[in-house]
């Protein structure tokens, strides 16, 4: 498949997106159709972003077809999940339309401005729209590009007028490595996405390959509590004179998070930067999420703007979609829906709603997301979900790959029985609503947990508990 970027964005002028609904893929399309660009693009079904994007003036056709792309479209973009098979690009090709990645794509459209990206293996969404909301409080009016909503279909991207452009930085196929930031973040280094990474080497020598595309005179923000950014400073510090800021917990972090006071479902956060104690608010719980609000304090000031002017915007971001969002609540019982799929994001998630949540119970209701990273790490999704008092598996929710032999949700639920946890299979949807909603009592918690279309039952558990 062709990689590069068109000579000019003037080929961008007329893009065709295969798969434009996708969180990466629509924020792009939203900002050149922002920028004057004619654009068009299919998606699978129809959505809330697909409208979105319509009433920006895009064409969105749904369904994958080769009559969908125009003879004057002057590019295709696509991303890693669409397979060489696809009906549109089989006739892009036969037209001798340009393919972009939608990497090269987002890299162009930072070109000429000060680009923040944000990289790490969980927390990148989150990050990035702390950095989005906060500039945009300030009056910095910055470009953004974001893995999610931030609290509308179609939020997850803005061109601005300002000299910011702040994206999420995906490491998932490398495509990080297109980018030359002004200020990079890496928020933590961990073993995933195993169909394109066969080692934690491999991780490594990824992300140092990222850190050499920042700037000239540009910075590195990293974490130094978790183990693997910790380990991936120490070989960057071997080969390289890069400015690193590290933040953290840890005494010799240089922003030293000094304390996290949890207060409902906020965090009280105070740091020591340049000898002073800083203290702000974070609207969202958990101590990640406060690390998170800590990188965005700290790419912020590598960008040269005052540390109070962003401890006090940070208050301003509430959420982003399927981040610990509350659905609503029915019966005494409030349904949440959280988009992790990792077992360190599952675990934060849940260590974050029991500080929250005082004596109430947890039930999860639980969809693994990729054969590939279930057989990774199934074990350790299973020990995750014995932090929640209840839980209900879904299947795997395959997205972009095939089945692999032998591997199923029962890995998760045998790990987590073994961990003591209290666990059911569910083989449909409706089987696993009305699980999910005949365990719960006034006063617990619900969460919908995962990256694929678990999503869309958090409304159908309320129904549910509507009786």
């Known amino acids: 498949m062709a990689s590069g970027l068109p000579q000019s964005m003037g080929d961008m002028d007329r893009p065709h997106f295969i798969g434009i609904g996708g969180a990466g893929m629509s924020g792009i399309a939203k900002i050149l159709a922002q920028r004057g660009a004619q654009v068009a693009g299919s998606d699978a079904r129809e959505s809330a972003t697909a409208e979105a994007l319509r009433a920006l003036g895009a ?35 036969e037209l001798g339309i340009p393919v972009v990645h939608r990497s090269d794509a987002l ?16 927390g990148k969404t989150t990050t990035t729209s702390m950095l989005a909301v906060s ?13 999610g909503d931030l609290d509308a279909p179609g939020s997850n991207a803005l061109h601005g007028e300002g000299d910011i452009f702040v994206a999420e930085a995906d490491e998932s196929d490398r495509s990080f490595h297109k980018y030359k930031p002004e200020v990079a973040i890496i928020l933590n280094v961990e073993l995933d996405h195993h169909a394109n990474y066969a080692s934690m080497d491999e991780i490594y020598e990824s992300f140092e390959t990222f850190t050499t595309k920042i700037v000239p005179g540009g910075t590195l923000v990293i974490a130094a509590d978790q183990s693997g950014a910790a380990e991936l400073t120490r070989r960057i510090r071997e080969k390289t004179s890069l400015n690193i800021v590290t933040y953290g917990e840890s005494e010799s972090s240089d922003i030293r998070i000094h304390k996290i006071t949890p207060r409902g479902l906020t965090s009280e956060v105070t740091v020591l930067l340049d000898g002073k ?30 540390a109070r002017n962003l401890a006090s915007a940070i208050k301003s971001y509430t959420g982003v979609k399927r981040r610990l969002q509350l659905k609503g609540e029915e019966s005494g019982v409030q349904v949440i829906d959280s988009y992790a799929h990792h077992p360190t994001e599952m675990s934060a998630d849940l260590e974050a709603m029991r500080a929250a949540a005082d004596d109430s119970r947890l039930l999860v209701l639980f969809q693994p997301h990729l054969f590939s990273r279930t057989q990774e790490l199934g074990k350790e999704m299973g020990d995750a979900l014995a932090l929640a008092d209840a839980s209900v598996v879904l299947d795997i929710y395959p997205a972009r790959e095939d089945p692999i032999p032998g591997i199923t949700s029962e890995l998760i639920i045998d790990a987590a029985r073994a961990a003591g946890a209290d666990v059911q299979a569910a083989h449909d949807k409706d ?31 309320l129904n549910h508990l509507k009786g």
């Open 135 to 147: 500039l945009s409080s300030l009056g910095l009016n910055p470009s953004y590009a974001i893995g």
């Open 277 to 306: 104690l800083l203290t702000f608010t974070v609207s969202v719980p958990g101590r990640h999420y406060a690390h998170n609000a800590v990188a965005a304090l700290a790419a912020g000031v590598a960008m040269g703007i005052p």
């Open 107 to 122: 890299a162009g459209l930072m070109d000429g401005l000060r680009p923040i990206a944000v990289a790490g293996t969980h």
């Open 59 to 93: 064409t969105v056709h749904i369904g994958h077809a080769a009559a969908h792309v125009a003879p004057d479209t002057t590019c295709v973009v696509v991303s890693s999940a669409i397979r060489e098979d696809n009906p549109e690009l089989a006739r892009a090709k």
């Open 431 to 461: 089987a696993a609503v009305a699980a999910i909603a005949g365990m719960a009592k006034p006063g617990d918690l619900v969460l919908t947990m995962g990256a694929g279309d678990v999503t869309d039952l958090g409304p159908r558990i």
